[in-house]
Each structure stands twice: as structure tokens, then as C-alpha cells.
């Protein structure tokens, strides 16, 4: 008995280490996969500008940036800046360096190097207009100006009087997505809704405009 009895214990703790290899793999096997990404990692590109203007309270910067080769033509636009803490070193006029951060959720600028500070003058740290300007006022009308159509016709500010006229500024080749593609998209869908509402449809229109006219043709 004392060897049958011995004989039974080994069996069990076999069939013991059986049962708890297989839980074991079956632990690993269920366990939760790593939530896949879908979206691309982002993109970095060496941006060349000099500095317009700063807004300290929305941390972005104004360049008037060089071209970036295969990615956009120069052009002078704002940039989010996420360390906010590079905005304070910086004054209107500064050529810089930065890196253009493009992810899935915008572009955004870091690593700002300074190549050459700005003049310490008036003309760059309080900046005024070379000429007479006008700051439009809330109710002011706007005077008329042509237009060349996606028709390649001839249109007018004028004609679009007695509708709400929602406007945009936008180039086709922007590359940021949180810029002109984003608003061509909410243009999209306004479109797509005032099609099936049949009160505010007739008395609203959409109107793009291109700042590039030179690539951006009808």
C-alpha cells in the first residue's frame, strides 16, 4: 500500500503540474493585448524663419518661414508652441530655427533656436504699420471686392448680399491637419446639413478663399 499509495501521489502531482502549465499559457494567451495605435508617429521638419509676432497668452509664434522642401512652400503663418517657457526669449524680428512637429492631432513647433536676434529698435519690439490702416468695427460693412470663381467667373462680395455669408481663408496645400483641412472638412459637413434643411439652406452660403491663387487655380 505504502508504494501504491506513493505511486498515486507522484501521478497527482504530475497531473498538478500539468493543470497548472496549462492555466499558465492560458493566463498568457488571454492576457490583454497592447491597444493598437492608429495612428502614425509623428513627423519632424527643419523650419528656417524670422519671427513676426508673439502671442504669449495662446503660445503661438508667427513665422514667416523659408520653404521646407517637399513638404510646404514659404509662407508666414502661426504655429502653436507647447513649452511656452521658449516664447519668453523671443522678440519680433528674431531669425530662428525650429522643428516642425506634425502628429495626428496638429503641428506644433520645438526646439526654437535663435540665429540672429532682431535689432533692438522700435521698429521690431513695438512695431507699427508703415502706412494708415483701419480696424474694421462689429456692424461695419465691408467694401466690395471680386473674386475668380472654382467656375473661373468673375464673382463679387456684393452678390451675396442679403444671405449669411460664412467665410474661410484656406490653400490646398496645407499640410498641417489641424488648419485648413480641418475647416475645408467642418465646411463639409455645414454643406452637407443645410442640403437637408430646407429654412436655413436657401439663406446660407460658404465661401473659401485661397491665399495661394498662383497654385490654387479654378
Known amino acids: 500500500m505504502g508504494k501504491l499509495g506513493q505511486d498515486r501521489r ?7 503540474a ?17 491597444a493598437p495605435t492608429d495612428q502614425e508617429p509623428a513627423k519632424r521638419y527643419h523650419l528656417v524663419g524670422k519671427v ?11 513665422v514667416d518661414g523659408q520653404e521646407i522642401p517637399g513638404f ?9 508652441v507647447r513649452n511656452k517657457q521658449s516664447l519668453s526669449s ?7 530655427t525650429a522643428d516642425v512637429v506634425v502628429a ?28 494708415p490702416t483701419h480696424q474694421p468695427q462689429p456692424g461695419e460693412k ?16 456684393d452678390s451675396f448680399k442679403g444671405d449669411v455669408l460664412m467665410v474661410t481663408f484656406i490653400y490646398t496645400r496645407c499640410p498641417f491637419p489641424d488648419f485648413c483641412p480641418l475647416v475645408s472638412k ?24 485661397s491665399f495661394d491663387p498662383s497654385y490654387d487655380t479654378p
Open 72 to 80: 510646404m512652400a514659404a509662407m508666414t503663418m502661426p504655429y502653436p
Open 186 to 209: 467642418n465646411f463639409a459637413h455645414i454643406y452637407a446639413d443645410l442640403k437637408n434643411n430646407h429654412q436655413l439652406g436657401p439663406k446660407i452660403r460658404l465661401l473659401s478663399v
Open 52 to 62: 513676426v509676432s508673439i502671442d504669449q497668452q495662446q503660445a503661438t509664434l508667427n
Open 18 to 34: 500539468v493543470v497548472l502549465a496549462c492555466l499558465a499559457l492560458g493566463a498568457s494567451g488571454c492576457s490583454k493585448p497592447e
Open 10 to 16: 507522484t501521478v497527482f502531482i504530475a497531473m498538478l
Open 90 to 96: 523671443l522678440n519680433p524680428g528674431d531669425e530662428i
Open 104 to 131: 495626428g492631432d496638429g503641428a506644433y513647433l520645438e526646439n526654437i533656436v535663435v540665429t540672429k536676434k532682431a535689432a533692438a529698435t522700435p521698429s521690431t519690439n513695438n512695431a507699427q504699420p508703415a502706412g
Open 142 to 157: 465691408v467694401p466690395d471686392f471680386a473674386l475668380i470663381n472654382q467656375d473661373g467667373n468673375k464673382i463679387h462680395l
